[in-house]
């Protein structure tokens, strides 16, 4: 992949098996730094699995700058049925705290700074969208029934 900055010496490459280990610990960062990090149960043979095995679920790419991991965006594809058409789903994007103020992106709904960058950019929130999310027993239960 070609850089998608004016960073020098930034390159976005894709992420092969061999990455597993390094996404494992770029995960980790970010469910620190989200306050979440009691909230990790990936492994690397999950991840091995579920983005590398038979049948990816997602896709990964990391950024280096100077030849060092600096950043990790994992996404997947989706499909607007009031579009129709496919596109993107962003689900984490974590850039190391050195590298962040640089124009790499990402954003918690407390991050005024890059709030307002995003807006900057002419970036619209989603405001009217509520995430919910059902794993653990409550998605055992919902099976059950």
Do not use: C
């Amino acid at each position: 992949m070609k850089p998608t900055t004016s960073i020098p010496n930034f390159v976005i490459k894709k992420a092969t098996e061999k990455d597993v280990p390094l996404i494992l610990s770029f995960i980790k960062q970010l469910a620190e730094y989200e306050r979440l990090a009691h909230e990790v149960v990936a492994t690397e043979g999950s991840l091995r699995e579920t983005l590398f095995g038979e049948r990816p679920y997602a896709e990964v790419i990391i950024g280096y700058y100077k030849n060092q991991a600096v950043a990790f965006a994992l996404y997947f594809h989706n499909y607007s049925t009031f579009l129709g058409r496919p596109g993107i789903y962003l689900e984490d994007l974590f850039v190391l705290l050195e590298m962040r103020g640089k124009g790499l992106g990402w954003v918690l709904d407390w991050n005024e700074p890059a709030i307002q960058f995003y807006k900057s950019l002419g970036a619209i929130p989603m405001d009217e969208w509520t995430v919910f999310r059902v794993t653990g027993e409550a998605l055992e239960r919902l099976a059950e029934s």
